[in-house]
């Protein structure tokens, strides 16, 4: 019974990997030469996310600035995170809104041209919202990977998207599954943007 439970998650990620391959693969093409653009004009790349989502957003960066399965010379990206909400020092007795603390880096770090990955697994998520608006407002791009039931519909974060914006949106209601295809996305996207700076290889390295 364990055992058939076990086989059983397997099977539902490769379902739902083949499920989304087809709907994926343009905006994950988008989100590439988003980066490359972005980063071949001397701008950065910004990730941040909640939870989960935020080891996903660091785990991006680091394929950026060290290697993904080439070597390459390192590309500039900069995980965001919510320490800024509880700093180890009282600041005069001021609080900082949680929701607010990826927004506020991303008002610090942020350029024009600039590039905002936002990971979230969730329809909506108040942080991911704020750190949305904030790029807007310092004329940057934003990839967002979202999740959720219905994520293929205009969802609270998706509906926030310009046109210049893209959306890698996971349709599935367990966290587990969304996670799992968001590090897909990200692999597909650190090797897309590999092929694009480096050009094709055979086998990684």
């Not at 001397?42 to 935020?54: H, N, P, R, V």
């Not at 791009?141 to 039931?149: E, P």
Request: net charge negative.
């Amino acid at each position: 019974m364990l055992e058939a439970r076990i086989q059983q998650q397997f099977f539902e990620s490769a379902d739902l990997s083949y499920q989304v391959a087809d709907n994926l693969a343009r905006p994950i093409a988008d989100a590439a030469q988003a980066a490359v653009g972005c980063l071949t004009a001397g701008g950065k790349l910004l990730a941040c996310g909640q939870g989960g989502s935020q080891w996903l957003a660091q785990w991006l960066c680091s394929a950026l600035m060290l290697r993904f399965e080439r070597e390459r010379p390192p590309l500039a990206a900069l995980a965001l995170g919510p320490s800024l909400a509880q700093p180890v020092f009282p600041l005069g007795g001021a609080e900082v809104d949680a929701s607010l603390a990826l927004a506020l880096q991303v008002r610090a770090l942020g350029q024009p041209g600039d590039l905002l990955v936002a990971c979230c697994a969730l329809a909506d998520d108040a942080a991911v919202r704020a750190a949305i608006h904030e790029a807007h407002a310092k004329d940057m791009s934003v990839v967002l990977l979202g999740g959720g039931a219905g994520a293929q519909e205009a969802g609270a974060l998706a509906s926030l998207l310009g046109e210049t914006d893209v959306c890698i949106a996971v349709p599935h209601e367990r966290l587990a599954r969304v996670h799992e295809l968001h590090l897909l996305a990200l692999h597909a996207l650190c090797d897309a943007i590999d092929i694009q700076l480096l050009g094709d290889a055979d086998d990684p390295v």
